[in-house]
């Protein structure tokens, strides 16, 4: 049995709507996902066994996660609004509470695999992150979460650039830095507008953290001072993604394009992926979560 | 009101439900069908379930017993 299997397998035990949900999305996205996920999955079950864990750990973490936007999924469908509304109250409820954060954390990493959607925006990141391969000398990461993309940052660019991962959380970066295992990356634990770096940066990866601000724009402003005159940004946010720790809703794609040009950015290129198989209109109507991704350059003054 | 009045729009069958059934037997109850169940159930019995009630919906069995422990007695078989 692959990995795969056996995870939706225990899913099933626990959540059998979930599962379902998950054996729809996952059959068909190819070899290529069946080979990335077993590869992904067997370096993550040896970064669990140094802690003394394994993959059942992992996919607990995974369900608490899932009860979680279950629970913001329902209050969210009555008051139309995410149930954190400031840094401060997040940051109670989330960022410093260390058992909350290692679930979601871990929780998080499989849903790079597990979530359709975000199996499909990682590809575009690939994609995005390849075309900028040669004139990538300097990469940041804002925000890296699990260190899935900083993992293939460190993969696809060449031994001569620099990688640095700046997250104000401690178990992020902890988190980032077990799973890269990787010497050149520089793991900075810092408030991104207090960090000060000695230089500007080629290609600048915010996914899936303007959401979590009162203020995306500030971000992406800040971004744009940490950025090369032809460097890339790329970001990534979901629109109508209750989660605990969400704080700016975007109620469609339109909204994000229009804060990305506001804070001085063209789009280069897009993306995006609906968390649920159906019909757009359908899904706009419901009010299902949209993924949408971006790479961006300075716009033209 | 009888279980099926409540879950048969949701999951838009006609088809009388049975206590055992759940997400494994009837097709149309996946992840947008739970959240539409349980707001169906929150209306009904006027208040917020619990993460374990949410969690433990997945028969219609649990309905039942979910609306009995909120003071709502669902009559089961056909409507």
Known sequence: MSKIAYIIEFIASRNPVHAKKLRQNLTCLGELYDIRAEAFLGRYELLLSREGRDLDFAIECYLKMIADFTMETIRFRKTGQYSSRSFAEVNARVYANPAVMEYYMHGLLLSQFLFKHHYEMFCFFCGELGKRQACARHYLEVGGGHGMQLAEAARVLGEGTTLTAVDISRTSLELARQLTANDRILFVHSDIFKFIPERKFDFITIGEVIEHLEDPAALLRCAAGLLADDGRLFVTAPTNAPAIDHIHLFRNAGEIRQLILGAGFAIETEFFRYAEDMPAQQAEELKVTLLYGATLRKAAN | ?79
């Open chain 2, 1 to 79: 009101m009888n279980v099926n009045e409540l879950l048969q729009p949701i999951l838009n069958t006609t088809s009388p439900l049975q206590l055992a059934d759940g997400p494994e037997s009837i097709p149309t109850w996946d992840s947008i069908a739970q959240i539409n169940i349980i707001t169906a159930i929150e209306d009904l019995v006027g208040g917020e379930l619990s993460t374990d009630e949410v969690l433990s919906l997945k028969s219609v069995a649990r309905v039942v017993e979910i609306c009995r422990a909120h003071g709502v007695e669902l009559a089961v078989g056909p409507s």
